[in-house]
C-alpha cells in the first residue's frame, strides 16, 4: 500500500509554471488580437470592478448536477501544484486575484486536495481574506487512508469553512471500495455532495465499478481533446446513473499548447465562440454534454479570465468536435 501510494503522488497532476505559461502565453498571442482583447479586456473589468464585469458579460454557461437540480458553473478552476505556494505573501496576492476572478467572471468550482500540499491552507486562507466562501463551490479530496473523522475535521479547518460543497475519494483503485464514511459525512452536514476521482486509466475498470455500486453524486477524470479515453465506459456510466462529471486536466497536461505552438487558430473556431486555444480545448469537452464543469488550474489571473470565455456563447456539436479532433490529430 505504501509503494503504491507513492507511485500515485508522484503522478498526481502538478503543473510548472516555467513550463506552462511561457508556451501558453505565446499561444494567446497566436490566436490574434481579437483573442487577446477578449482575454485581457475582462481580466482589467474585474480587477477594477467585479460589479461591472458581471452585468457586462455574456452569461456563464451552467449546467444541473443531477443529483439535486443545482446548477453549477461549466468552468473552474483546479489548484494542484499552482496553490501550493506556502507562506508566500506576493504569490497569495496573485492568486487572491485569481479567485476574484473567477467569482466576478460567474465561476464557481474550485478543485483541491488534502495531498496538494499547502494548496489547501492557501485556500482557505484566500477564502477568508476575500469574502467569496458564499460565491464558491468548494471540492476537495480525501484518500482512502484519509476516510475518518479527524481528516474530515482537518480539511474543514484548512479550508476555514463549516461544510464542503464536494467531498472526494482521490485515486480509487479498489473496486470493492465502499463510500460509507463520505456518505457519514454528509448526513452529518459536513458536506453536501460526494464523489470519486482518478487519473490513471489503469484504474479506470476500479472507477466504473465503484461509480456503479455506490453511486456517488460526482465523477472527476481526466478528459481533453488528446485523452479521450474516458469516453468508452466512465463518461457513459456518468450519464446513465446520474453522476454530475469534473474533467480534470483539460488542458492536457501542457502537451496541447506544445503542438499549437506560435500556430492560429483555425478560423472556423469562430462557429463556436473559440477566441483562443485555451477556450478551443476546454470547449472540446464542454462540447460533451455529461461533463458538468472542466476545471483547469492556472496561478496566473489572465489565464483565468481566458479560460472562463470557454463557458460562454456557443459550444461545438458533434460534428464539429469530431473535425477539432482531427485538426490536432493533424499536428502530431
Not at 57 to 66: D, G, L, V
Not at 155 to 171: E, G, P, V
Not at 214 to 232: L, T
Amino acid at each position: 500500500m505504501a509503494h503504491r501510494q507513492a507511485r500515485r503522488d508522484t503522478r498526481c497532476p502538478r503543473r510548472s509554471r516555467a513550463v506552462e505559461y511561457p508556451s501558453r502565453r505565446e499561444a494567446l498571442f497566436a490566436a490574434g488580437r481579437l483573442g487577446a482583447a477578449l482575454v485581457f479586456g475582462p481580466l482589467l473589468a474585474t480587477l477594477a470592478s467585479p460589479a461591472e464585469t458581471e452585468a457586462g458579460a455574456a452569461p456563464m454557461t451552467t449546467r444541473i448536477i443531477p443529483a439535486t437540480g443545482e446548477r453549477l458553473a461549466v468552468v473552474g478552476l483546479g489548484t494542484s501544484g499552482v496553490f501550493d505556494v506556502g507562506d508566500d505573501p506576493a504569490r497569495r496576492a496573485v492568486l487572491a486575484q485569481v479567485l476574484q476572478t473567477l467569482a466576478a467572471g460567474g465561476g464557481q468550482a474550485v478543485d483541491t486536495a488534502s495531498t496538494y500540499g499547502s494548496s489547501e491552507p492557501v485556500l482557505g486562507a484566500l477564502l477568508a481574506q476575500t469574502g467569496l466562501r458564499p460565491k464558491l463551490f468548494i471540492a476537495t479530496k480525501l484518500e482512502s487512508y484519509e476516510l475518518n473523522d479527524r481528516a474530515m475535521q482537518a480539511a474543514l479547518k484548512r479550508l476555514r469553512t463549516s461544510q464542503i460543497d464536494l467531498m472526494q475519494l482521490h485515486n480509487v483503485a479498489d473496486p470493492n471500495q465502499s463510500l460509507a464514511p463520505l456518505r457519514r459525512f454528509k448526513e452529518q452536514g459536513l458536506c453536501r455532495y460526494v464523489g470519486i476521482t482518478s487519473t490513471f486509466h489503469s484504474d479506470y475498470g476500479a472507477v466504473e465499478a465503484v461509480l456503479r455500486r455506490e453511486k456517488p453524486d460526482f465523477v472527476q477524470i481526466d478528459y481533453a481533446i488528446d485523452d479521450r479515453g474516458a469516453e468508452v465506459r466512465i463518461l457513459p456510466a456518468s450519464a446513465e446513473l446520474g453522476a454530475a462529471v469534473l474533467t480534470a486536466l483539460p488542458l492536457g497536461r501542457g502537451r496541447l499548447f506544445r503542438a499549437v505552438h506560435k500556430r492560429p487558430l483555425p478560423a472556423w473556431a469562430a462557429e463556436f465562440d473559440a477566441a483562443t486555444w485555451a477556450q478551443f480545448f476546454l470547449k472540446f469537452a464542454l462540447g460533451n454534454e455529461t461533463i458538468t464543469a472542466v476545471i483547469p488550474g492556472t496561478s496566473n489571473p489572465e489565464h483565468m479570465a481566458d479560460n472562463l470565455g470557454a463557458g460562454r456563447g456557443r459550444l461545438p456539436d458533434a460534428d464539429q468536435r469530431r473535425r477539432m479532433v482531427r485538426f490536432i490529430e493533424s499536428l502530431a
